[in-house]
């Protein structure tokens, strides 16, 4: 199946789990698995929250930021992947002065 996120409209969610701004989405959804890629502008952010019954990866398309994750914290770049698993906590800051730019997966478990 294909799926062209720049063909879908774009969602905002403002202060989005707690966050900064506002989190710029692009999602499809077959009702078990979500996909997106998300956007954010400079000083924005996806607040601190936790995976409970489901898991995350993401993987930097453009730009950089800064990730939480589990009381620590990782640089991210384009090219890079994240992988959040169940039960582990995490969030994401663009602290850079361009725009972050990624894929998303939160399959079902």
Known sequence: MRIVFDD???SLAP???GGEKSF???AFSDGKNKMMKGRLVPG???GLH???GNCEMIYVLEGGGKMLYDGGEERLSAG???YCPEGHEHSFINDGDC???FIAVVPAQ
């Open 8 to 10: 879908m409209e774009e």
């Open 15 to 17: 202060n989005f789990k």
């Open 24 to 26: 710029a989405s692009r």
């Open 44 to 46: 924005a952010s996806i």
């Open 50 to 52: 936790r995976h409970e």
């Open 80 to 82: 890079d992947f994240h």
């Open 99 to 101: 725009d972050l730019v």
